[in-house]
């Protein structure tokens, strides 16, 4: 069992950063593939980042590329989401989840494949 605790959400002017972290209860964290999804009112949940147990892949969706940054401190059974140039459209709770699965980073944009989420952490971007 892992439980999944984010923070770091909050109100950001457009252009502002946000660093969103995820704490991770248990000691294997560091075997599980980390994902970042977020869901906007009215919208269905969306893939965001993804990163293998280790670090060393990552992957992102479109939409954030080149503005996020996602990375992972087993030590500390942490999982990051850097967020610049936030947008308006980036509006909506952010989760973080684990995932079992071994496979390749870049199939890890689909939520089903991940066991446990956290409860959310909010970002707001105002224009």
């Known amino acids: 069992q892992v439980q999944l605790v984010e923070s770091g959400g909050g109100l950001v002017q457009a252009g502002g950063s946000l660093r969103l972290s995820c704490v991770a209860s248990g000691r294997t964290f560091s075997s599980y593939t980390m994902g970042w999804f977020r869901q906007a009112p009215g919208k269905e949940r969306e893939f965001v980042a993804a990163i293998s147990w280790n670090g060393g892949s990552t992957d992102y969706a479109g939409s954030v590329k080149g503005r996020f940054t996602i990375s992972r401190d087993n030590i500390k059974n942490t999982v990051y989401l850097q967020m610049n140039s936030l947008k308006p459209e980036d509006t909506a709770v952010y989760y973080c989840?684990?995932?079992?699965?071994?496979?390749?980073?870049?199939?890890?944009?689909?939520?089903?494949?991940?066991?446990?989420w956290g409860q959310g952490t909010q970002v707001t971007v105002s224009s």
């Open positions: 989840a684990a995932s079992s699965l071994i496979a390749s980073i870049a199939t890890m944009w689909n939520g089903y494949q991940y066991i446990y």
